[in-house]
């Protein structure tokens, strides 16, 4: 009985632990992982909108505006932490050459520390643009 009794507490104090691993992993995501997913998903969504029939007729690459912003919001929110608040901003998207400037701007939750209150906000700002080869 007292071997038992060992064991049902380490159990439960490996489920305390894995609790306050998953509880702290929501409060600290990183300035590099907001980054790269900032950066992943302005990628994709860019590729998504490439207008392939204008392509084909006249050789230069082209982007649908409203289709990048829609693929980059719907993706962005699929991945998004849920502990955070993010403010999405599109500055200069071109269609033609193919060009977008996105800011997100998140804030994370507010960290009481001996009475003092610290919020930590950060910016992230990507610039991509659509290369190809237009040589017929």
Do not use: C, H
Not at 118 to 131: L, N
Request: aromatic content about 14%.
């Amino acid at each position: 009985m007292k071997n038992a009794l060992w064991g049902y507490w380490l159990v439960l104090l490996g489920v305390f632990i894995v609790i306050i691993m998953l509880l702290v992993q929501n409060l600290t995501t990183t300035n590099t992982q907001d980054y790269y997913l900032v950066k992943e998903i302005t990628e994709a969504a860019m590729v998504d909108a490439v207008d392939y029939s204008y392509y084909r007729t006249y050789g230069e690459i082209k982007i649908n505006k409203e289709k990048f912003i829609e693929s980059f919001l719907r993706r962005f929110s699929e991945n998004a932490s849920t502990s955070t608040v993010y403010t999405v901003s599109f500055y200069g998207v071109y269609e033609a050459p193919p060009k977008a400037s996105v800011e997100v701007k998140s804030k994370s939750n507010t960290f009481n520390v001996m009475g003092d209150s610290d919020t930590f906000d950060m910016v992230e700002r990507i610039d991509a643009i659509v290369e190809g080869n237009t040589l017929n």
